[in-house]
């Protein structure tokens, strides 16, 4: 290794605000923490469910109603059929996404543009 280009490691101690330490190794001599393992709830089993604005209780109710069972709703709007066109055959046509003639365009007549007029040259006296 390069001499003066590496930072000094120590045998550090970690300290938590609920008091629990442990030794580790750090380029700090003495890491200070908020909250550690031994204090959060997740890994310490007391881990409460956040709840936002009684989404938990909500649902807790609506289960607790229908008793674990799915509830089969009416859809929202209703689906009319046109009878004039139920009969009938229809062709859906989708989008054509390339530049190629459709059988419209066979009828029209091809021009590419106005025909640009040549100017005569000027002569040069």
């Given at each position: 290794?390069?001499?003066?280009?590496?930072?000094?490691?120590?045998?550090?101690?970690?300290?938590?605000?609920?008091?629990?330490?442990?030794?580790?190794?750090?380029?700090?001599?003495?890491?200070?923490?908020?909250?550690?393992?031994?204090?959060?709830?997740?890994?310490?089993?007391?881990?409460?469910?956040?709840?936002?604005?009684?989404?938990?209780?909500?649902?807790?109710?609506?289960?607790?109603?229908?008793?674990?069972?799915?509830?089969?709703?009416?859809?929202?709007?209703?689906?009319?059929?046109?009878?004039?066109?139920?009969?009938?055959?229809?062709?859906?046509?989708?989008?054509?996404?390339?530049?190629?003639?459709?059988?419209?365009?066979?009828?029209?007549?091809?021009?590419?543009?106005?025909?640009?007029?040549?100017?005569?040259a000027a002569e040069k006296a």
């Amino acid at each position: 290794m390069k001499p003066n280009v590496h930072p000094n490691y120590y045998v550090s101690n970690v300290r938590c605000a609920c008091g629990s330490s442990f030794v580790t190794r750090s380029t700090l001599k003495e890491i200070k923490l908020e909250i550690c393992s031994a204090c959060h709830p997740f890994y310490t089993g007391k881990q409460r469910l956040v709840d936002t604005a009684g989404r938990v209780e909500r649902f807790s109710r609506r289960f607790a109603k229908t008793g674990g069972e799915t509830v089969r709703r009416a859809p929202k709007t209703d689906v009319k059929k046109i009878e004039s066109l139920a009969g009938s055959a229809i062709v859906k046509r989708g989008k054509v996404l390339s530049s190629a003639p459709t059988t419209a365009d066979a009828d029209k007549p091809k021009s590419k543009g106005k025909a640009k007029e040549k100017k005569p040259a000027a002569e040069k006296a």
